[in-house]
Structure formats: C-alpha cells, structure tokens
C-alpha cells in the first residue's frame, strides 16, 4: 500500500524535535499516543535512538503506521499498540514520558479526561508528559487562526474543539501531574509538559 502522509508532520517535527531533545535526553521509553500516519515516531527516534519509542494508535489506523515501521526499519520503535484511550485497555509498558501531538483537539471532552487519566495512572514519578497542538488559556485563543479553527471544529463535531490550558491543568492535578512548561511553537502551536509528582 502507499504510505499515508501528512505535510504538516513535515513542517512541525523539527520545532517540536528542538523542544522534546533536551526533554527526553535522560529518558529511556516513550509511549506516544495517536500516532497518525507514524511519521512523527520515525522522525524522533531516527533522531533520538537512545529511547525505545512505543507508537499507539486505534485499530483503524494500523496499517498505514506499519507501513512507515516497516519502510524504516528502526530497531528502537515498537508496535504499533492498539490504545483507544476510552475503550481500550492501555498496554502494560514501561515509560519515562508519553508523548502526543495534534490529538486533544480532535478528541471528545470526554476523551481528554480519559487521556489524562490514562497517562497518570501509567507514569511514575518523574515520568513527562508531553501535549502538542494548539490551546487557548483562560478561555481566551492565543490567534485568531486559532479561533478560527476552534469554530470550524465545533461545526464539524460540537464536541471538538480547541482545549484550554487551564481546563487540562485541572485534569493533571487530579491525577498528579504537575504542569511545568508551556513552550510556544510556529503556526500558534505549543508543547505543554506536565511531570508525576
């Protein structure tokens, strides 16, 4: 079959890659969670073979995952793992960090609140996880692309939409994790880090 591809992986690996690097550099397994087309996974671990990286996605989206697996052959990626954050059982792995990027969005609230409370219940102390895409903070949009592409969202799915920064800290705390860092990327995205605590 033809690989799947999405430009915008092309666009954005590099930016997230320069914030993530230093994040992950004493870490050993990452778990990234909607892995999409795959093309961020073979990016960062061509680029950080130090870390065994477990790519998850649901069931439906396997096969074109595979197909980057298996085009790259990289030794230190593995799945992909079946892992739909509310009906799944989430695999029994051990990570220093998880990992997603451009899923909070697309997901229902209801979704949000079982991603957070997967990863904290997977991570130890310590343990990083790492949210890409694009958020508002205190109800309010960072751009009006953002705003924008909040609306077109919710016409699509009223349940979508742009997350709130403040919102997600709330899910965090309840699980412990603790935010540590909001870094500001191209194209009004960013890379929000919590810790276990």
Same mark, same amino acid.
Request: proline share 6%; glycine share 6%.
């Given at each position: 079959?033809?690989?799947?591809?999405?430009?915008?992986?092309? !666009?954005?690996?590099?930016?997230?890659?320069?914030?993530?690097?230093?994040?992950?550099?004493?870490? !050993?397994?990452?778990?990234?969670?909607?892995?999409?087309?795959?093309?961020?996974?073979?990016?960062?671990?061509?680029?950080?073979?130090?870390?065994?990286?477990?790519?998850?996605?649901?069931?439906?989206?396997?096969?074109?995952?595979?197909?980057?697996?298996?085009?790259?052959?990289?030794?230190?990626?593995?799945?992909?793992?079946?892992?739909?954050?509310?009906?799944?059982?989430?695999?029994?792995?051990?990570?220093?960090?998880?990992?997603?990027?451009?899923?909070?969005?697309?997901?229902?609230?209801?979704?949000?609140?079982?991603?957070?409370?997967?990863?904290?219940?997977?991570?130890?102390?310590?343990?990083?996880?790492?949210?890409?895409?694009?958020?508002?903070?205190?109800?309010?949009?960072?751009?009006?692309?953002?705003?924008?592409?909040?609306?077109?969202?919710? !016409?699509?799915?009223?349940?979508?939409?742009?997350?709130?920064?403040?919102?997600?800290?709330?899910?965090?705390?309840?699980?412990?994790?603790?935010?540590?860092?909001?870094?500001?990327?191209?194209?009004?995205? !960013?890379?929000?880090?919590?810790?276990?605590?």
């Amino acid at each position: 079959m033809n690989k799947p591809y999405a430009d915008s992986c092309d !666009r954005n690996r590099d930016p997230i890659l320069e914030v993530i690097a230093p994040l992950l550099a004493d870490k !050993r397994a990452v778990l990234e969670i909607g892995g999409g087309t795959g093309q961020h996974a073979i990016y960062f671990a061509q680029k950080m073979p130090h870390l065994i990286w477990h790519i998850s996605d649901r069931r439906h989206n396997h096969d074109a995952i595979q197909s980057w697996l298996d085009e790259a052959a990289l030794p230190n990626v593995l799945g992909p793992f079946e892992l739909d954050v509310l009906r799944s059982d989430w695999p029994s792995l051990k990570v220093d960090a998880v990992f997603s990027a451009n899923t909070a969005h697309i997901m229902h609230w209801r979704d949000v609140e079982a991603l957070f409370a997967g990863v904290g219940k997977l991570l130890q102390t310590g343990g990083l996880f790492i949210l890409y895409g694009p958020f508002s903070f205190g109800g309010k949009h960072t751009s009006e692309s953002n705003a924008l592409f909040d609306m077109r969202l919710q !016409r699509q799915d009223p349940f979508m939409g742009v997350r709130d920064v403040d919102e997600l800290n709330v899910l965090a705390e309840e699980t412990r994790m603790a935010f540590q860092h909001d870094y500001p990327l191209p194209a009004n995205n !960013r890379v929000l880090l919590w810790k276990k605590v």
